[in-house]
């Protein structure tokens, strides 16, 4: 019942509602289209993609073990690959140490599972490969130092046969990769450099790391069937059962916006 002096298009109104619904019922196989049909959960591969920028935790150093000023991307001309000789745990407690006897840092560390550990922002100055002139070394100490380049270390042990692990030739390769997009740094042996290379009394990354393998993933990223080996914390491109089921939910709000919109 309408009140008195109200005037109503019943009419009008009823012809709006058909001519949504018609508009709709256009629209709605192109939605469906669209967002409908994502990967299928069942019999596709699905993939890791180490070429996207790595997800990292933070576990910042003692400000007593990196010099807080922040670099140029242009002054940033290297990567420098470690060994811990220990643990992840060890060299993330080392470097948030602040009462070292001589005080360093690297600027990342990778877990034997992939996991990436930042202690030091990359456009800081971690103390890792050492401040001799520039000159005044042999191959790759005449130029490499703390103040050019970025530090990796790897949980492990030179002389571990089972150094490194595939997780992280694969994390790190993922890293290294986006740093060099990121700060222009080329990606050759010139540029990425173990730091036996510069000066190391511990000969790290050590005779096990296989720098042709290590290189062609830097260079070409990392494919493989999720679970061979296992996620390195690598931001991946999802497909299978949660892109089906995403695309499920974008579909079904689609449907509900679409209703909303005829009878609303």
Same mark, same amino acid.
């Given at each position: 019942?309408?009140?008195?002096?109200?005037? %109503? /298009?019943?009419?009008?109104?009823?012809?709006? !509602?058909?001519?949504?619904?018609?508009?709709?019922?256009?629209?709605?196989? &192109?939605?469906?289209?669209?967002?409908?049909?994502?990967? &299928?959960?069942?019999?596709?591969?699905?993939?890791? $993609?180490?070429?996207?920028?790595?997800? %990292?935790?933070?576990?910042?150093? =003692?400000?007593?073990?990196?010099?807080?000023?922040?670099?140029?991307?242009?002054?940033?001309?290297?990567?420098?690959?470690?060994? %811990?000789?220990?643990?992840?745990? +060890?060299?993330?407690?080392?470097? =948030?140490?602040?009462?070292? #006897?001589?005080?360093? #840092?690297?600027?990342?560390?990778?877990?034997?599972?992939?996991?990436?550990?930042?202690?030091?922002?990359?456009?800081?100055?971690?103390?890792?490969?050492?401040? +001799?002139?520039?000159? =005044?070394?042999?191959?790759?100490? +005449?130029?490499?130092?703390?103040?050019?380049?970025?530090?990796?270390?790897?949980?492990?042990?030179?002389? $571990?046969?089972?150094?490194?692990?595939?997780?992280?030739?694969?994390? #790190?390769?993922?890293?290294?990769?986006?740093?060099?997009?990121?700060?222009?740094?080329?990606? $050759?042996?010139?540029?990425?450099?173990?730091?036996?290379?510069?000066?190391?009394?511990?000969?790290?990354?050590?005779?096990?790391?296989?720098?042709?393998?290590?290189?062609?993933? &830097?260079?070409? @990223?990392? !494919?493989?069937?999720?679970?061979?080996? &296992? $996620?390195? @914390?690598?931001?991946?491109?999802?497909?299978?059962? =949660?892109?089906?089921?995403? /695309?499920?939910?974008?579909?079904?709000?689609?449907?509900?916006?679409?209703?909303?919109?005829?009878?609303?």
């Amino acid at each position: 019942m309408f009140e008195p002096g109200i005037t %109503v /298009n019943l009419k009008g109104i009823e012809m709006k !509602r058909i001519e949504r619904f018609s508009l709709v019922r256009l629209l709605l196989p &192109v939605i469906i289209l669209l967002f409908g049909f994502g990967p &299928v959960a069942n019999g596709v591969d699905c993939f890791i $993609d180490s070429t996207r920028a790595p997800v %990292v935790k933070y576990c910042p150093a =003692s400000i007593n073990n990196f010099s807080e000023n922040y670099r140029t991307p242009e002054e940033i001309n290297y990567i420098v690959i470690h060994t %811990v000789q220990g643990s992840k745990d +060890s060299a993330i407690h080392t470097f =948030s140490s602040g009462r070292l #006897s001589y005080p360093r #840092s690297a600027h990342y560390t990778i877990g034997k599972d992939g996991e990436i550990i930042k202690s030091v922002p990359a456009r800081k100055e971690a103390w890792h490969a050492g401040t +001799s002139p520039l000159g =005044s070394g042999g191959k790759y100490e +005449s130029r490499v130092l703390n103040e050019n380049s970025i530090g990796i270390e790897h949980a492990g042990f030179v002389d $571990d046969p089972n150094f490194p692990t595939e997780e992280q030739y694969i994390s #790190s390769a993922a890293l290294t990769r986006y740093l060099c997009q990121l700060y222009d740094i080329p990606m $050759d042996r010139n540029h990425i450099v173990g730091h036996e290379e510069i000066k190391s009394a511990k000969g790290d990354p050590g005779p096990n790391w296989n720098w042709e393998y290590y290189m062609d993933l &830097v260079k070409h @990223g990392y !494919r493989g069937p999720i679970g061979e080996p &296992v $996620d390195t @914390g690598s931001r991946a491109e999802r497909g299978g059962a =949660s892109n089906f089921i995403g /695309n499920s939910l974008v579909l079904i709000g689609a449907v509900i916006t679409a209703l909303g919109y005829i009878f609303g």
